[in-house]
């Protein structure tokens, strides 16, 4: 008899799920220091992504014994391959963003649940006698020069003060003090940065809930960004329709806002008006934490400060990390980008744009390879159409590379075999000078090249590797005969 599906609602049952599936998880009793051993651990272990060589796509790990938290165990790399998020999310990775755009297309908005939630099993309050956050969330260094301890998968939820629209986002958090974090904005790319620029003008705290550890459906959903998700669309809601089930959120104890109810770990606290600090000022190293690119991003010299008033969690509680350039930052930035490029451009030209891959090379955000099909002449030269709606949808984007519906975009091998054997730089290279992108690309600045008015800002390219349309019968791959391999080779293709 088949085992029963296990149905993944919380962090808890994606482990259990991943427990059952040979190679997608490994665990460690060995004493692990938070504090860059963890990451340099799993560096080798399966991060991926843009993180320094030697590195892999490997399993999703847990370490279960951290120096200096007896009762906390914590899980990284959860969603640091393709294939696993779509064990995860219950589709084929090929298909994740087409998953998700149907679910921005046919969200479930969030419910409130009554009773005491699994989150709130332990609660402790700041203003009892040795309160320290430190010592109660044991959040990792990625590395020595770390600006101080991140949480990098906290799940940040707050509301409009006027309108009471809300909104789930995650950011870099810093623990700066026995009872303080430090919170970055990407300025102008955040929901919750509005909201907090808003109450500030109001002189106004911003309550906000930090939930961490929680389904893996809400990590991917709260990075989806405008214009696909508007201010006042909450991203929970697409969390929501991946489940076919309404996220369950629950009052807090110390400030009015909600929390995702069965979370590991929830932080209760204050965004609070006009209160800042330098991100480093425990460390003084001039470096953040390491980002997507895969550098370190330098310390912010003045973030937003949040003053907590509580920590609440489950009993044996799991603290979820990433590594900042690994794989995992690639799935859960890339995948709702590809969901954002399919419905901007299915949009505007239904059935032409087949596929989307956000490479990992540009950690989710600055490469997108876009298939595209051509079934008349009149379809020459949409496909450059597609990537500037591409550009359009997701403001990050740096190069779209354009491949036709017979190159595999999640194939790197492939894409390169078009681009040597369908491109000629003079002719299908198009740049868009001059646009706003990401400050954390060190060649978007005026010091690497002086035509640049500001940081963030950068030159755009297409690459159109298509074939043009009237010479696409002189453009034939050679074709094998179809067979059915598993009668030859039934170990591989179980």
């Known amino acids: 008899m088949s085992k029963e599906k296990i149905q993944v609602f919380d962090l808890r049952s994606a482990l259990e799920l991943l427990k059952n599936v040979p190679g997608q998880l490994i665990e460690t009793d060995e004493p692990v220091d938070p504090h860059a051993q963890l990451s340099g651990v799993y560096r080798y272990i399966g991060a991926g992504g843009t993180v320094m060589r030697p590195t892999r796509i490997g399993p999703?790990?847990?370490?279960?014994?951290?120096?200096?938290?007896?009762?906390?165990?914590?899980?990284?790399?959860?969603?640091?391959s393709r294939a696993r998020v779509?064990?995860?999310?219950?589709?084929?990775?090929?298909?994740?963003?087409?998953l998700l755009n149907e679910a921005v297309k046919n969200p479930i908005l969030p419910v409130v649940i009554k009773g005491k939630p699994k989150c709130q099993e332990v609660v402790h309050y700041a203003d009892e006698p040795g309160f320290d956050i430190r010592k109660l969330v044991p959040a990792p260094t990625n590395t020595e020069e770390d600006a101080g301890p991140y949480i990098t998968m906290g799940m940040c939820y707050a509301s409009d003060t006027e309108t009471g629209e809300s909104d789930v986002t995650i950011h870099r958090l810093c623990l700066q003090s026995k009872d303080e974090l430090s919170m970055f904005f990407t300025p102008g790319a955040r929901h919750l940065g509005v909201f907090r620029e808003k109450a500030e003008k109001l002189g106004k705290p911003l309550p906000i809930s930090i939930s961490i550890g929680v389904d893996p459906a809400i990590e991917v959903a709260s990075c989806f960004e405008?214009?696909?998700?508007?201010?006042?669309?909450?991203?929970?809601?697409?969390?929501?329709?991946?489940?076919?089930?309404?996220?369950?959120?629950?009052?807090?104890?110390?400030?009015?806002?909600?929390?995702?109810?069965?979370?590991?770990?929830?932080?209760?606290?204050?965004?609070?008006?006009?209160?800042?600090?330098?991100?480093?000022?425990?460390?003084?190293?001039?470096?953040?934490?390491?980002?997507?690119?895969?550098?370190?991003?330098?310390?912010?010299?003045?973030?937003?400060?949040?003053?907590?008033?509580?920590?609440?969690?489950?009993?044996?509680?799991?603290?979820?990390?990433?590594?900042?350039?690994?794989?995992?930052?690639?799935?859960?930035?890339?995948?709702?980008?590809?969901?954002?490029?399919?419905?901007?451009?299915?949009?505007?030209?239904?059935?032409?744009?087949?596929?989307?891959?956000?490479?990992?090379?540009?950690?989710?955000?600055?490469?997108?390879?876009?298939?595209?099909r051509k079934l008349r002449h009149s379809d020459e030269g949409r496909q450059r159409q597609a990537a500037l709606l591409a550009f359009a949808?997701?403001?990050?984007?740096?190069?779209?590379?354009?491949?036709?519906?017979?190159?595999?975009?999640?194939?790197?091998?492939?894409?390169?075999?078009?681009?040597?054997?369908?491109?000629?730089?003079?002719?299908?290279?198009?740049?868009?000078?001059?646009?706003?992108?990401?400050?954390?690309?060190?060649?978007q600045n005026p010091a690497y090249n002086p035509l640049l008015r500001d940081k963030g800002m950068t030159c755009k390219v297409i690459f159109d590797c298509t074939v043009p349309y009237h010479l696409k019968e002189q453009f034939q791959r050679s074709k094998f005969m179809e067979v059915d391999p598993r009668r030859f080779a039934p170990d591989l293709f179980k």
């Open 60 to 80: 999703a790990m847990i370490f279960n014994s951290i120096k200096g938290h007896e009762d906390a165990r914590i899980v990284i790399g959860l969603l640091a």
């Open 86 to 98: 779509g064990l995860l999310l219950d589709a084929r990775p090929e298909k994740l963003g087409h």
């Open 226 to 372: 405008p214009p696909t998700t508007p201010i006042g669309f909450d991203e929970l809601s697409i969390a929501g329709a991946i489940r076919n089930r309404a996220v369950e959120l629950t009052p807090c104890l110390t400030i009015n806002e909600k929390a995702i109810a069965n979370a590991e770990y929830v932080i209760e606290g204050e965004l609070l008006p006009g209160n800042y600090v330098r991100e480093d000022q425990n460390t003084n190293t001039g470096k953040a934490m390491p980002e997507f690119p895969g550098y370190t991003g330098e310390a912010a010299r003045k973030v937003p400060l949040i003053k907590v008033k509580a920590v609440t969690h489950r009993f044996n509680p799991i603290m979820q990390t990433i590594i900042g350039p690994s794989e995992e930052h690639v799935n859960l930035a890339g995948i709702p980008t590809e969901a954002s490029i399919l419905q901007m451009v299915e949009r505007a030209m239904p059935g032409k744009l087949v596929n989307v891959y956000a490479h990992t090379s540009g950690g989710g955000k600055y490469m997108a390879v876009l298939q595209f």
């Open 393 to 443: 949808a997701f403001s990050e984007l740096k190069h779209v590379i354009l491949v036709d519906e017979d190159v595999d975009p999640f194939d790197s091998n492939d894409v390169m075999w078009a681009l040597n054997t369908r491109y000629q730089g003079d002719i299908d290279t198009v740049f868009i000078p001059g646009v706003r992108c990401h400050p954390l690309d060190p060649t």
